[in-house]
């Protein structure tokens, strides 16, 4: 029995928020996987309402509502995540070498966010991650791998030189076998080297490349393959995005990651430290951009909506703009996870008092009625 758990009959993470509200994300982030680790939350007893049930690529999912990349990059409690009532995981972003990279977040705590910076992702790389998942094949649940480029660790490299695609089609090949989903993370605003494949050609020429090196590696089980974008990006970004996606057959779009503009509404005083802004106050930019993309990609490619969710309401408004599944990272770490219950209880009291049946059912709906 774990500590908490022998102290506490409530949710270990209300018991301790007054002392974890005192401290940085990446902490709380580190507690919250070794609680997972210790299984200090009960064993979901209830499964989910059948409103909240979903299928999506051919996949059934229980429930709509995943966590995000970069939580559990990972992997070592995504199924602790799933016992506890989240409906799929994601895992990484995986880079092809392991990555180190100086990380700082920090809370905005009045505001309900989280400032990142970074300039890469923290992972075990390709060939770890590879393992860890061969050892959760046949396991229950939804399992998504995000994939990356190696920042550190690549300084003796040439630029030049550099087949930064050839990267992505090594992990590809070591991951993707063990993938429900695989997803191309180019959504981190702050890498100057990602920036370049916002151009047409490059997204054409990338794209192309990592459809081929999917089917190639995985000819007979091929997983969906999505590509998770930058909410930073322009107009005519949004478009070519779209565009490359139909082009390349991707199988979704995830939308999106942090955004580095600062809403005015924010209070917190470090609301101006530099980095990626992620949590409550991106609600409404991440809506708007994952509407646009709906309307772009006609409805054909199915949408996992990221970004400032916080409540049922907030999932259902995504679901609505055009998001088949969405996913949480910010709520997680100023709520504890158990904010799962909240926000599942609240997304089946809407949707059935919309009339809805299903998840599905709802996908679109305010798009589809044209407003
Ligand atoms: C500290 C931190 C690390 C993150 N690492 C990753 C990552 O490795 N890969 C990725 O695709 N997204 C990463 N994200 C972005 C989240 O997956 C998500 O897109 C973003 O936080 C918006 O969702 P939220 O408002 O629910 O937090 C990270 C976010 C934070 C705050």
């Not at 993370?185 to 794209?207: G, V």
């Not at 799962?340 to 589809?368: C, M």
Request: charged share 25%; with cysteine; proline share 4%.
């Amino acid at each position: 029995m774990g500590i908490f758990s022998a102290f506490s009959k409530r949710d270990p993470f209300e018991f301790a928020s007054p002392l974890l509200a005192r401290l940085e994300p990446d902490t709380i982030r580190k507690i919250i996987i070794w609680l997972l680790k210790d299984k200090v939350w009960k064993k979901q007893r209830q499964s989910d309402e059948k409103v909240l049930s979903t299928t999506v690529w051919s996949r059934k999912f229980p429930n709509p509502i995943g966590i995000a990349a970069g939580f559990d990059a990972s992997g070592t409690v995504i199924d602790e995540f799933i016992r506890i009532g989240f409906g799929f995981g994601e895992i990484g972003t995986i880079t092809l070498e392991p990555d180190k990279i100086t990380k700082r977040a920090y809370k905005l705590r009045k505001d309900e966010a989280i400032i990142y910076q970074t300039s890469g992702f923290n992972n075990i790389g390709s060939k770890k991650a590879s393992m860890l998942l061969a050892k959760r094949r046949g396991r229950k649940g939804v399992v998504g791998v995000s994939i990356g480029e190696n920042v550190f660790n690549v300084e003796s490299i040439d630029e030049a030189e550099r087949d930064i695609v050839g990267e992505y089609d090594a992990v590809i090949r070591a991951v993707a076998p063990f993938a429900d989903y695989v997803v191309i993370n180019i959504s981190n605003s702050y890498m100057e080297s990602l920036a370049e494949f916002q151009l047409k050609e490059s997204l054409d020429e990338l794209l192309r490349r990592l459809r081929l090196a999917v089917n190639i590696a995985t000819p007979i089980k091929t997983p969906p393959l999505l590509l998770k974008m930058s909410s930073d990006i322009n107009n005519e970004g949004k478009r070519i995005t779209a565009e490359m996606l139909l082009k390349h057959k991707f199988d979704g779009l995830i939308v999106g990651g942090s955004t580095g503009t600062r809403p005015e509404t924010l209070v917190s005083k470090r609301k101006d430290e530099p980095g990626g802004l992620c949590g409550k106050p991106i609600m409404e930019k991440t809506t708007q951009l994952l509407r646009e993309m709906y309307k772009h990609t006609n409805g054909q490619i199915p949408i996992i909506g990221v970004g400032g969710i916080t409540s049922g309401a907030d999932a259902y408004e995504k679901i609505r703009a055009g998001a088949s599944l969405v996913q949480i990272y910010t709520s997680v770490i100023i709520h504890g996870p158990m904010v799962i219950k909240k926000i599942k209880k609240e997304l089946a009291e809407l949707l059935k008092a919309d009339g809805y049946k299903s998840v599905s059912e709802a996908v679109g709906a305010d798009i589809n009625k044209g407003s």
